[in-house]
């Protein structure tokens, strides 16, 4: 039961190219930095990312991304990202753009074994209609859009509505970020940072956690535990160092 392994470098190390990852994290609150770094370092490439954003130039997932080792993006929000912009723009990478509560509820969906669900976000648009581009070529023109979706319409308590059909998102792996975590995997995740990581923890087949404060089993309390231990398969403990390194996206200040 103890799942705790010795490095961020261990628990990524069979992590192999071409895996589809679900990412916790929004901007850059609660993204899973050190493994990140450690996927980074490790050379893994041709990577699909199921993240709320790609990090930022430099940082999170951003690193990924300029080190070209980013196949396809399933994201809500690119727009802190210049380098993802370039790419995607010049035909270096293919990028599914999703609504926010969608990306959320298809992660959700694929951690509770629901293989699609209906939503009434997109109907009337190319969500749904289809043509959103996926892929530019070097001319920017389209050369991948996105399917149109099977839409149905059902009768609720405002009266008959359309919905469209969103499938769920499995990943090979998950990478999520925690405050505290035991070595049974039990998670808690602190304010904001709480965010996409217990989505992302379920749906990943392999879930890896970082902790910034691992415990013993039974000191948290069961209520007090946000994502159970069944999602989660490694937990990586940082170092004081590593848990307080803490990016800030946007910083605003008085005179």
């Known amino acids: 039961m103890d799942k705790v ?16 990852l679900a990412v916790g994290g929004f901007g850059l609150c609660g993204i899973p930095a050190i493994l990140i770094e450690a996927l980074l370092e490790a050379g893994t490439s041709e990577l699909e990312v199921a993240s709320n954003n790609a990090g930022v130039d430099g940082w999170g997932l951003g690193q990924l991304l300029a080190a070209g080792r980013l196949r396809r993006v399933i ?18 990478l293919e990028v599914e753009l999703t609504p926010q509560g969608t ?3 298809r992660m959700r969906a694929g951690g509770c074994g629901i293989p699609a669900f209906y939503t009434a976000t997109g109907v009337g648009t190319q969500v749904a209609d289809g043509g959103l581009p996926w892929r530019y070529d070097a ?41 505290k975590g035991d070595r049974h ?4 995740f602190r304010r904001a940072a709480r965010n996409f990581n217990p989505l992302a923890a379920m749906c990943g087949r392999v879930t890896i956690a970082e902790v910034e404060h691992l415990v013993e089993p039974g000191e948290i309390e069961p209520e007090e535990v946000h994502t159970p231990g069944i ?4 937990v990586v403990a940082l170092t004081p160092e590593q848990a307080a390194d803490k990016r800030i996206e946007k910083r605003t200040t008085t005179p």
Do not use: C
Request: proline content about 3%.
């Open 139 to 179: 001319d920017g023109n389209v050369v991948k859009a996105s399917p149109p979706k099977e839409t149905r319409t059902f009768t609720t308590a405002e009266g008959e509505r359309e919905f469209v059909l969103e499938e769920a998102i499995v990943a090979d792996y998950g990478l999520v970020r925690a405050w």
């Open 231 to 234: 999602y989660v398969h490694r």
């Open 75 to 92: 994201a809500s929000y690119v727009g802190e990202n210049k380098e993802f912009a370039r790419q995607f723009l010049s035909g270096e």
């Open 185 to 188: 995997g039990n998670l808690v």
């Open 5 to 20: 392994v010795a490095s961020a470098a261990e628990a990524v190390a069979d992590i192999p190219d071409g895996s589809r």
């Open 103 to 105: 990306l959320a509820e």
